[in-house]
């Protein structure tokens, strides 16, 4: 994994275990498990084990809510801000919050990084729900089916066997390239039931100046209301629009 630095150049210390693990974290995604952290990393899985419950106790690692997994801390929050800036900057948030007054749906905001989804702006209102599913696994959400769609090596993104979240999710792969496809001819990327049950979102692509995609704008809501979601769909390509400037 490139992102990650290979251990052999040097003789890892604690400290530099304890900051390799938080980078595994942030390169791999919230709900990463201890045995890919150890993978990663070419680290025995004790010591990724060891490590994790002294970050844990520290709060600079926290257990997802299944305790399956791990995602970064609290207590990194202010080193984030310090060494970043901020995401989203205010005239994209008033655009952002317009569209959230006139839709009363779900509207977030996901960039792409990497190959991965990074939710930039969630809505404060709607949560976002199966964050975990929504990060790692691109083939069953709306904005991993944009990244996927504008992404020439797409296929290089998705693990070999695509794995099911629900009874609706796409597996096959024939299947989910006609699905890519028409998100190219449409500019549309949605799903109904894929990720979890019980949520339809619709994404459209946001573009920088030189055209290329950068990430999506997102609307979500009940499977129940999935055709009065999709009326919005021309105002968020409206402010998708304004937020490619914006944000890149």
Not at 55 to 64: D, G, I, K, S
Not at 82 to 107: G, H
Not at 122 to 133: F, K, L, N, S, T
Request: with cysteine; aromatic share 4%; proline share 6%.
């Amino acid at each position: 994994m490139s992102p990650l630095r290979d251990p052999s150049r040097h003789h890892p210390t604690p400290v530099s275990n304890s900051l390799r693990i938080i980078e595994a974290i942030a390169v791999l995604g919230l709900g990463v498990s201890a045995k890919e952290i150890a993978a990663a990393l070419q680290m025995p899985t004790a010591t990724a084990y060891r490590m994790l419950n002294a970050l844990v106790a520290e709060e600079y690692v926290v257990r997802t809510s299944d305790l399956r997994g791990f995602g970064l801390g609290a207590r990194l929050d202010g080193l984030i801000v310090a060494a970043s800036q901020p995401a989203v900057p205010f005239a994209a948030r008033s655009a952002i919050d317009e569209l959230r007054t006139a839709v009363r749906f779900a509207v977030h905001v996901v960039g792409f990084q990497s190959g991965t989804l990074r939710i930039l702006d969630a809505d404060p209102d709607h949560p976002v729900r199966a964050e975990r599913e929504l990060i790692r696994h691109l083939h069953a959400s709306a904005a991993g089916k944009v990244l996927l769609a504008y992404s020439p090596s797409w296929r290089e993104a998705l693990p070999k066997k695509l794995v099911r979240l629900t009874a609706r999710t796409v597996v096959d792969l024939s299947l989910l390239r006609s699905d890519l496809e028409e998100v190219r001819r449409t500019g549309l990327a949605s799903q109904t039931d894929e990720l979890t049950d019980e949520l339809t979102c619709a994404a459209v692509p946001i573009l920088d100046f030189d055209g290329t995609t950068r990430g999506a704008l997102c609307l979500a809501g009940p499977s129940s209301r999935r055709d009065a979601i999709l009326t919005h769909v021309d105002a968020a390509r409206e402010c998708a629009a304004i937020l490619g400037p914006l944000l890149y």
